[in-house]
């Protein structure tokens, strides 16, 4: 069975530092990993993906992840946060066949952007 | 392209009583899966629908229950309302393509549900 392990549940940051949130998971399958932000009273927006390729992957507002199989794990960076990324960040991994997939979240990083 | 939409936004209801939500996928997604988010809890999967019928079902009672329409729209519904039922509960849709690459989940705003 598939998990997904964040493992910090909170990360304060001064704005301008960098950061990083740390997703590790499992799975007996090849999978395709996702991360996701949901802002304040919003639902989840998609950051970006891990599906093949390039295991350095880029997403929007500035954000980018690495995959690495051999540590089985997919975290996600940022060089210089800003207020605005104050959020919660949501790791996922998919496995599936035949047009249905099953998705597993982990349970969520809250990053605290502190002026 | 319109998203995912969910209705109502929110929601107060009383311990006993049933509620029904509804979500439309972004046009041409077939898959429409549903979450309950609490704090602490993170996203817990409910169940997930494609061609009107349901695919897969995480661990709640069966006092969840969901179904799909023709036209991909689905609704959740919840009875006897529990206190701990309170929640935000998400919609995700994807297209439900063979190819697992093209079925990314996009997410709706959530109703939040607040049983008193």
């Known amino acids: 069975a598939q998990s997904v392990t964040q493992l910090d549940s909170q990360v304060p940051v001064f704005e301008e530092a960098p950061v990083e949130l740390r997703c590790n998971y499992s799975s007996s399958v090849s999978v395709y990993l996702f991360w996701y932000v949901q802002y304040p009273n919003q639902g989840l927006q998609l950051l970006l993906k891990y599906l093949s390729g390039s295991t350095l992957v880029k997403g929007i507002n500035g954000f980018e992840a690495e995959f690495n199989k051999s540590q089985t794990s997919f975290h996600l960076r940022k060089p210089s946060v800003h207020i605005s990324d104050t959020a919660e960040y949501f790791c996922a991994v998919s496995e599936g066949s035949g047009g249905y997939q099953k998705v597993t979240f982990g349970i969520g990083t809250k990053l605290q952007v502190i002026p | 392209k319109a998203g995912v939409t969910q209705t109502p936004r929110y929601l107060i209801k009383t311990r006993g009583q049933q509620v029904t939500l509804s979500c439309s996928p972004i046009?041409?997604?077939?898959?429409v899966s549903w979450y309950q988010q609490t704090p602490g809890q993170g996203l817990q999967f409910l169940f997930e629908?494609?061609?009107?019928?349901?695919?897969n079902k995480g661990n709640f009672p069966g006092r969840f229950s969901g179904r799909q329409f023709s036209n991909s729209r689905s609704e959740m519904n919840v009875s006897t309302l529990e206190l701990g039922d309170s929640a935000l509960y998400l919609c995700?849709?994807?297209?439900?393509?063979?190819?697992?690459?093209?079925?990314?989940?996009?997410f709706g705003a959530g109703t939040r549900l607040s049983v008193l």
């Open positions: 046009s041409g997604h077939r898959s």
């Open positions: 995700a849709s994807s297209l439900a393509a063979n190819d697992l690459a093209k079925n990314i989940q996009y």
């Open positions: 629908y494609f061609s009107e019928t349901q695919r």
